[in-house]
């Protein structure tokens, strides 16, 4: 199998590439290789490499600067995924792409799944949707919508801060009142693996590992992990100055998935496995 993997420099594209290296041939496209806003470049390089798979990592993720710089975030997160689906068509290649919770609007009392209609609140959100729906102009397309990511070798997630300030014993200010499902960079390259290798229908899947929580009781739960007294600061989500709204209850539901073969693990399993791993 030839994989074609965008934003191979980032968090969830440099693990892809590196673990998907020995059993495929895999050409990793960086943004110092490839300008993922240029559609005709995006196009030709993927028709040249003829690759089986596309799998679009690469993505504008400043949800605040967004709002400001609109035009950059639809290069990247929808017109950049129109080229890439215009290339892997062309190639015969199937599409992954990554999608967000940012999608939903926050106002939900249980997990979303992939059933429940977008309410995008976010020129980012807005941007992101546009992308999955450039994606599904591929037959065999595979959305998967992500959300708090953490994991990989750039250590620089949200779980990241907390944990560096848990360590050092310094304050860490973690919201009580946003709920989330994180997703272990790992764990989603190894459910992309398995969608790839399976007969699964075409669609969108929500890509998130198993259970609900706050940034509060993940905070916690990385200090039982670590053995140490935190410093927790609670606040919550409208105390914050931030330009973009965010999701409030942002939780998803990965049913989807397991129906499809492939079961995410428990969140507090993932984390104690990647703060093992660090």
């Known amino acids: 199998m030839k994989i074609v993997v965008t934003g191979a420099a980032g968090q969830l594209g440099s693990e892809i590439a590196e673990r998907y290296a020995d059993r495929a041939d895999v050409v990793a496209a960086t943004r110092q290789t490839l300008d993922i806003g240029d559609a005709p470049a995006v196009e030709s390089f993927i028709v040249a ?90 037959s065999r397309h595979y959305v998967l919508r992500v959300e708090s990511l953490f994991g990989g070798s750039a250590r620089r997630s949200s779980v990241d801060r907390i944990a560096d300030a848990i360590r ?7 919201f009580v009142d946003r709920t989330v499902s994180p997703s272990y960079v790992a764990d989603v390259a190894a459910a992309t693996w398995h969608l790839l290798s399976s007969t699964a229908p075409a669609g969108v899947y929500h890509c998130v590992n198993a259970g609900v929580t706050t940034w509060y009781e993940l905070a916690q739960e990385i200090a039982r992990i670590l053995g140490a007294t935190p410093d927790l600061v609670p606040v919550k989500v409208a105390e914050m100055p931030m330009k973009a709204p965010r999701p409030q209850y942002a939780a998803l539901s990965s049913e989807k998935l397991a129906r499809a073969g492939f079961s995410m693990p428990d969140w507090r399993d993932a984390l104690r496995r990647y703060l093992v791993s660090r």
């Open 49 to 138: 490499h003829a690759p089986d798979v596309v799998i679009n990592c690469a993505a504008y993720n400043n949800v605040d600067a967004a709002q400001d710089h609109a035009v950059d975030a639809l290069r990247v997160n929808a017109l950049a995924v129109r080229a890439l689906a215009r290339g892997a068509a062309r190639a015969g290649a199937a599409l992954v792409h990554y999608g967000t919770d940012f999608v939903f609007d926050g106002r939900g009392d249980r997990p979303y799944t992939e059933a429940d209609d977008p309410a995008p609140q976010s020129v980012y959100a807005q941007s992101k949707l546009l992308g999955e729906w450039f994606a599904a102009d591929v």
């Open 168 to 174: 050092t014993g310094a304050p860490a200010k973690v």
